[in-house]
Nanobody, 116 residues
Framework: QVQLVESGGGLVQPGGSLRLSCAAS????????MRWYRQAPGKQRELVATILSGGSTYYADSVKGRFTISRDSAKKSVYLQMNSLKSEDTAVYYC??????????WGQGTQVTVSS
């Protein structure tokens, strides 16, 4: 079955950087669209970044210019490089995979806390 495992979260000071990773298994990775979402306490889950199977990328306005999504098909992994982090970036970050038949799979999430 499809499994997504996120890693790389942690505590970072404002202005710092983190790189999240999501390792996928049980799927034909190159055919899946990959996304990062986040959910802050008391808020709805929001889409942060998308990378399509063909490589096109899209970002939420709140992270544009600071975050970069990328993928490595050989490693079946997707990454989120987060720079210039702000306190409002604090959230649980989730990786998701969307199949060509529109099924969506989720990872368990990784906590990112931006605080001094």
């Amino acid at each position: 079955q499809v499994q997504l495992v996120e890693s790389g979260g942690g505590l970072v000071q404002p202005g710092g950087s983190l790189r999240l990773s999501c390792a996928a298994s049980g799927l034909t990775f190159s055919m899946f669209h990959m996304r990062w979402y986040r959910q802050a306490p008391g808020k709805q889950r929001e889409l942060v970044a998308t990378i399509l199977s063909g490589g096109s990328t899209y970002y939420a306005d709140s992270v544009k210019g600071r975050f970069t999504i990328s993928r490595d098909s050989a490693k079946k992994s997707v990454y989120l490089q987060m720079n210039s982090l702000k306190s409002e970036d604090t959230a649980v970050y989730y990786c998701s995979a969307q199949s060509p038949l529109q099924s969506v799979y989720w990872g368990q999430g990784t906590q990112v806390t931006v605080s001094s």
